[in-house]
């Protein structure tokens, strides 16, 4: 399948050597260590807490919530969470996590990419995230990606970015 068509699937595609798909409920114990190893390296400590028990549960049933994963050679290396809020006429980002070989690879940017794709494929015309003050490299990724300051809002930043006006 070329990755062109696998990218408008929502959810498949093969960009130098990662996997890009949905993320199903067996991914769940992986993205939970993904996410712990996000939080340890914004806050530079290992005493962190996860997600609470049953909290990735929503993006499996059959609403529009998702998470996009990257794999390479069959291995979890990145997920990208997306909330649907239609009413609201945005989704949220709501966490990004790379492990840390894999930074730097442009892994960040493409499930950016799929959740544009899939905000654009519902014809949901923004989107918004969260970044921490202190994780200055993501607040860097998402500026290039388009995304602009929108509010501070003390320890972190609202971002904003409108795909149709």
Do not use: W
């Not at 290396?77 to 809020?85: I, K």
């Not at 239609?86 to 892994?107: F, H, K, M, W």
């Not at 993501?138 to 501070?152: F, M, P, Q, T």
């Amino acid at each position: 399948m070329a990755a062109g068509k696998a990218q408008k699937l929502h959810g498949e595609g093969c960009v130098m050597g990662f996997v890009y798909r949905k993320a199903t409920i067996s991914d769940s114990e992986r993205i939970a260590g993904l996410f712990e190893e996000m939080l340890r390296t914004i806050y530079h400590t290992q005493d962190v807490e996860g997600y609470e028990n049953g909290y990735l549960d929503k993006f499996f049933s059959a609403g529009d919530d998702l998470i996009y994963v990257a794999e390479l050679e069959k291995e979890l290396v990145a997920f990208l969470s997306v909330e649907v809020y239609r009413e609201e006429g945005y989704i949220y980002l709501d966490d990004l996590s790379v492990t840390a070989e894999c930074r730097n690879q442009g892994i960040g940017t493409k499930l950016i990419s799929l959740a544009e794709d899939y905000a654009e494929s519902t014809g949901i015309p923004a989107i918004v995230l969260h970044v921490e003050k202190a994780n200055k490299r993501a607040h860097e990724l998402y500026r290039k990606c388009g995304y602009s300051d929108y509010e501070d809002q003390g320890k972190r930043i609202m971002m904003v970015k409108e795909l149709r006006k």
